[in-house]
């Protein structure tokens, strides 16, 4: 199996580290590994590419690159360019550093890396690390996502159906806020919301009077609905959630149909 793999916490992030580990194993020995990630951290662009203007990729050893761009750059020069000769069997974008359940998921570099590579056709998933008071001060605050996520791949294409539309599946993979033993297994749910919290903007002005926003980020251990994800992660359990990146609305179609 060829797996191209990439991120949006940029190529010097450890959660990469632990998606090469857990790559390899996917991979097994007769299999490749090839890496496409951002030179610098590209967190919250979502599904943006550089469409306006040039990224430089760089080589950084056999099989290992980075990219001035998003993590969709990073899978488009992997499967033109990178891997143009062999196409990649798998994409896998992460660990990303913090959750992408509920409304993260909108924001995500992480999931915009993976769906990049579900629109060229290939089989591709996203995976994050929720970070709270039992994890986050680990040795290795990773080792959920290290210990079980190969495991939890390996189920998710083995499940994976055959037949797909257009807008193929991908999924997005969280692990809960726990140590690895304190996993209490895999909920396959849907998209959560966390209500009573959002991203917002903060403004500050600088020593020179110049005016600059920081964008702050909501309550991340607000519950969802019983059966969504960001609720399941926090009472311990692995989240798969099957996504497309069609947007529409089909339970509202009908509702529309006196406006023809």
Known sequence: MRILITNDDGISAPGLVVLEQIAQDLAGPDGEVWTVAPAFEQSGVGHCISYT????LSQL?????????????CVLAGI?????DNRPDLVLSGVNR??????NALYSGTLGGAMEAALQGIPAIGLSQYFGPHNKDLDDPFEAAAQHGAEVVRKVLA????????????????????????????????QGFRRGTHFSAEEQLSPNGRRYLWIRGGDQHIQT?????????????????????????HDMLDAFTGIE
């Open 53 to 56: 203007r040039p990224s430089m």
């Open 61 to 73: 050893g056999p099989r290992r690159y980075a990219a001035e761009g998003s993590p969709a750059d």
């Open 80 to 84: 033109h360019v990178a891997m143009k």
């Open 98 to 103: 913090g959750n992408n359940s509920a409304e």
């Open 159 to 190: 499940a994976e159906p055959q037949d797909q539309q257009d807008y193929r599946l991908f999924y997005n993979i969280n692990f809960p806020p726990v140590p690895a033993d304190a996993v209490k297994g895999t909920r396959v749910v849907r």
């Open 225 to 249: 609905a019983p059966d969504s994800d960001a609720s399941v992660n926090l009472n311990g359990y692995v989240s798969v959630t099957p996504m497309r990146a069609d947007l529409t609305a």
